[in-house]
């Protein structure tokens, strides 16, 4: 059975040369095709993460003649057709159209979500620095082009680690099924349903952060606002491609509403932004609006990899311990090799970690799941090489000579601007605190648990 | 008087995959202004090699910067010269007659649409006629490989290309190593024959 909705990620078959460079970063081997020949994609396989697209170098060149035209590329792919920059055999289908059209409708109210990995990146496509830090200018931008609300995926990652790790403390401490595994990355998500559907128990059931921010959108932001909920049109703008796939789950909806309607990459955020004329570089800065564009600098982590665990760390310590944990920066989580292990010393209790970047680095800890060796409690797994700043979505590095210091710089900006933050850790954000008082109840609460949980299928395709 | 080769960047079909790398970092190198991401190409990619493909061999093909360059012979404003090594098209001078194009044996020369600082360059008198006005003809220069003439680390191609299928060929120095192998190669059997 193959889902419409998969299909997200095509190969143009009239510019690809078939260098199988795609092939080579595919953590899934859903790319299929002779060497030499036009690829095309295995749309059951493919967990939609877009690395294919950041490697493709095949471009449509002015110098040959195509069947089809740049202009009906451009519009095959929802591109703008006034952009100018050059058009790559590997793309996304892209939801410019479905954003501008609520963006002009006068009965939608809009509210926007904004992933921590694109403030480190999206001044890149206006020629600033690779990894120029812009949060300001990002809600400038968005307030410009006409969102009502400018709101801010790291609010829902901090609400994120509220029900995460009071999930992981309850399952340590109650006994519940361990190792649990994060469930942030979608890819990661799709992975496990069709690839090793015997551990799906594994992951945790708290929906993304993307889909938090969006359920919290269309009722505690509709009360806040006065808005219907019917009337909210709720846009995500992601580093990632698959968040798309993510957001059109059946799964990710509350009481008839979808949790985000649209959702927009890096990169599209970046073509709206031109189209409108903006000029992004002399932005003034400004701020995300309130409540759920607060944030702290734990939840700005999510978009580095190990960046989950170093915020679930700093809050499932204090939960354990009732003690301020000693140093906020924990350093084994961070790095870039595939795999990091270590442990947490909260008072007793010794929880053991994992660390995976890039999916194929996760089979060989998942056989050992299966053949009962795991020996930790937590894993996060991000599927794109560094975590999400590395994402489908992103900026695409013109050279691959360029990548290395891209995703550097990328991650550098993202723990500067969590050293930046006046709160550091997700259970002192004071709108966190105040969405459980006013709101939610308590994390793992009978509220909570209805907006912000979710289930996980098994899929049609399996190995 | 001791004879000065020109240099040229070969590439090796058995290594090539065809990614088009070359091509892009090529464009890149040309630009005035760095430019790390897509979003900041503002005009067509315009690279100096080209990436071939039959259905037997995959290799992009550029200027071999000829000792008796065909191209500047022929060119009726004198804009190709010999500068250094290289054989440099003077892009200024340049008016667009394509002679060099088909005088060049192997179809290094392309006429590339001219930009400047991100604008097209148009004609200065010359119009055509489109939707019933008179619209400015953009300009178009020849335009081939110039082995990265501004560029302080050499051929841009040679650098990003992920299979090294691209080299640097200092013709003096691969006929002597071409000659060195061949003395081991076959010296040996040759001796022994000979013996
Ligand atoms: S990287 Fe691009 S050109 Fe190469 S095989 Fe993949 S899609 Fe085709
Ligand atoms: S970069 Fe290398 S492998 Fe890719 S097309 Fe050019 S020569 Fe071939």
């Given at each position: 059975m193959v889902d419409k909705d998969t299909d997200i990620i095509k190969i143009d078959a009239e510019l690809?040369?078939?260098?199988?460079r795609c092939a080579e970063v595919c953590p899934v081997d859903a790319i299929e095709g002779k060497q030499g020949t036009p690829q095309f994609i295995n749309v059951e396989k493919c967990?939609?993460?877009g690395q294919c697209i950041q490697i493709c170098s095949a471009y449509a060149s002015i110098f040959e003649e195509y069947r089809t035209s740049r202009e009906d590329k451009l519009r095959e792919r929802n591109?703008?057709?006034?952009?100018?920059e050059p058009i790559f055999a590997a793309y996304n289908i892209g939801d410019l159209p479905k954003v501008k059209e609520a963006l002009t409708n006068t009965e939608a109210f809009t509210m926007v979500q904004c992933a921590p990995a694109v403030r480190v990146a999206i001044a890149e496509e206006f020629?600033?620095?690779?990894g120029s830090l812009a949060p300001g200018k990002l809600a400038a931008a968005l307030r410009q082009l006409g969102f009502n609300r400018i709101y801010d995926t790291n609010f829902a990652a901090d609400l994120t680690i509220m029900e995460e790790g009071s999930e992981l403390v309850q399952r340590i401490t109650e006994g519940g099924l361990l190792p649990m595994f994060t469930s942030c990355c979608p890819a990661w998500v799709k992975f496990v349903e069709q690839?090793?559907?015997?551990?799906?128990?594994?992951?945790?059931s708290c929906k993304s952060p993307q889909q938090m921010a969006g359920t919290m959108f269309k009722t505690y932001g509709a009360q806040a606002d006065g808005v219907e909920p019917d009337n909210i049109y709720s846009v995500a703008i992601m580093p990632c491609t698959c968040k798309k796939f993510e957001s059109q789950r059946?799964?990710?909806?509350?009481d008839g509403y979808q949790n985000v309607d649209a959702v927009l990459t890096t990169r599209e955020l970046a073509y709206l932004i031109k189209e409108a004329g903006i000029d992004f570089s002399s932005l003034p800065e400004e701020d995300f609006d309130k409540p759920l564009g607060m944030y702290s600098g734990a939840g700005h982590?999510?978009?580095?990899?190990?960046g989950v665990m170093e915020a679930a760390i700093r809050t499932a310590y204090e939960l354990i311990t009732n003690e301020p944990i000693p140093?906020?920066?924990?350093?084994?989580?961070?790095?870039?090799?595939g795999v990091r292990r270590g442990v947490v010393h909260a008072g007793d209790v010794k929880v053991k970690t994992v660390v995976v970047s890039?999916?194929?680095?996760?089979v060989p800890i998942l056989e050992e799941i299966k053949k009962g060796n795991a020996d930790f409690h937590f894993m996060e797994v991000m599927t794109c090489p560094v975590g999400c700043?590395?994402?489908?979505?992103?900026?695409?590095?013109?050279?691959?000579?360029?990548t290395e210091i891209a995703y550097k710089n990328r991650i550098s900006s993202t723990y500067r601007h969590d050293e930046e933050q006046?709160?550091?850790?997700s259970h002192e954000n004071p709108e966190i605190k105040a969405i459980y008082k006013n709101?939610?109840?308590?994390?793992?609460?009978h509220k909570s648990h209805h907006l912000l949980h979710t289930e996980y299928k098994q899929r049609g395709y399996c190995k | 008087m001791s004879i000065h080769l020109n240099s040229f960047v070969l590439a090796d079909p058995k290594k090539?995959?065809?990614?088009k790398v070359c091509e892009v970092a090529c464009a890149v190198a040309h630009r005035s202004e760095e430019i790390k991401t897509v979003?900041?190409?503002?005009?067509?990619?315009?690279?100096k090699l080209y990436l071939v493909k039959t259905a037997d061999v995959t290799m992009p093909i550029q200027c071999r910067?000829?000792?008796?360059a065909p191209c500047a012979n022929i060119c009726p404003v004198f804009a190709i010269t010999q500068i250094d090594n290289k054989i440099i098209i003077n892009e200024e001078s340049?008016?667009?007659?394509?002679t060099c194009m088909i005088a060049c044996p192997f179809g290094a020369i392309e006429l590339a649409p001219a930009f400047k600082d991100g604008k097209p360059v148009f004609q200065s008198l010359l119009t055509f006629d489109s939707e019933e006005e008179l619209s400015s003809k953009q300009a178009a220069v020849a335009s081939k490989c110039?082995?990265?003439?501004?560029?302080?680390?050499?051929?841009a191609c040679i650098e990003a290309c992920p299979r090294q299928a691209l080299t640097y060929v200092n013709v003096k120095k691969e006929k002597q190593r071409r000659c060195t192998e061949t003395a081991s190669k076959t010296g040996a059997n040759i001796k022994n024959l000979i013996v």
């Open positions: 690809c040369t078939g260098c199988r967990v939609m993460c591109m703008p057709v006034t952009l100018e020629g600033m620095p690779l690839e090793y559907p015997e551990l799906i128990p594994h992951l945790s059946p799964e990710m909806n509350t982590l999510f978009c580095a990899t190990g140093n906020v920066n924990i350093q084994y989580v961070r790095g870039s090799q890039g999916l194929k680095n996760v700043v590395s994402g489908g979505g992103q900026p695409k590095v013109l050279l691959p000579k360029d006046t709160y550091r850790k709101f939610l109840g308590e994390p793992l609460g | 090539c995959i065809g990614c979003g900041n190409m503002d005009i067509p990619v315009m690279p910067h000829c000792e008796d340049c008016i667009g007659c394509k110039d082995l990265c003439n501004d560029r302080l680390n050499g051929p």
